[in-house]
């Protein structure tokens, strides 16, 4: 869906690097959900954060990744010292309020992390 | 076990004709709901049609329709009049009544329509 913007689309980096992918929700959405997606698998759920709260980060490796969503400002997942590993496809979907993915689930475009 | 199953890992469908993309679930939920969702090469994911597990009615959107059979936990989606477009990877998703947010995905489907 278009209101959901992720930025950059495609992101090359070196091994040893960070990565910086940024998640703008829908107007009025501020709950914010990032998901994985392996190549030739489906997504696989990482973190939940509302404004300036991680509610749910069962899903996140716990060495190198982090995801903060500030209260000004895109949400943001970091992932330091990158590994050929993290080379994937990273989503964020974002809802207005606890409702979660409900009937209806936005995804923006996905940043596409590549590790050389 | 699996939590989603799509058994089609690939298909190839003549331009024009229905297709039927198949989905079982595996859940001890009673409040579930049921995604398919479409990824073109371009690499988005495409929100296509959603069935709610109290849902009565198989839900439509278009030309998507989704079968639902609750007794055997299968949710497949259902394309009407193929389309070149269409070609794609398809997506089945489960959200379980406990989380409101975790998506459980199954590994798709790459349908490729034949002109």
């Known amino acids: 869906n278009a209101g959901v913007m992720q930025n950059p689309r495609h992101l090359v980096r070196r091994r040893g690097q960070e990565a910086r992918l940024r998640c703008s929700p829908m107007?009025?959405?501020?709950?914010v959900y990032w998901y994985r997606q392996l190549p030739e698998e489906g997504l696989k759920f990482m973190v939940y954060?509302?404004?300036?709260?991680?509610?749910?980060e069962s899903g996140m490796p716990k060495e190198r990744f982090s995801a903060e969503f500030p209260k000004e400002g895109p949400s943001i997942l970091r992932i330091q010292q990158v590994v050929r590993g993290d080379s994937a496809a990273y989503f964020c979907?974002?809802?207005?309020?606890?409702?979660?993915?409900?009937?209806?689930?936005?995804f923006g475009q996905g940043t596409r992390l590549t590790v050389v | 076990a699996q939590k989603i199953t799509q058994t089609q890992p690939g298909m190839f469908v003549q331009e024009k004709e229905a297709v039927t993309l198949d989905c079982t679930y595996d859940?001890?939920?009673?409040?579930?709901?049921l995604f398919w969702y479409k990824q073109p090469s371009s690499g988005e994911m495409i929100f296509l049609i959603y069935?709610?597990?109290?849902d009565e009615q198989n839900a439509t959107e278009g030309r998507y329709s989704l079968n639902f059979q609750k007794a055997r936990k299968s949710a497949n989606l259902v394309i009407s009049a193929s389309q070149l477009g269409d070609s794609a990877m398809y997506f089945c998703?489960?959200?379980?009544?406990?989380?409101?947010?975790?998506?459980?995905w199954g590994a798709g489907t790459k349908l490729i329509i034949k002109p």
């Open positions: 979907a974002t809802s207005r309020g606890r409702e979660g993915l409900n009937t209806e689930a936005f």
């Open positions: 954060l509302q404004k300036e709260n991680i509610i749910d």
């Open positions: 998703a489960m959200r379980e009544g406990r989380s409101n947010y975790q998506l459980i």
């Open positions: 069935q709610g597990s109290y």
């Open positions: 107007k009025g959405h501020s709950h």
């Open positions: 859940t001890s939920d009673q409040s579930y709901g």
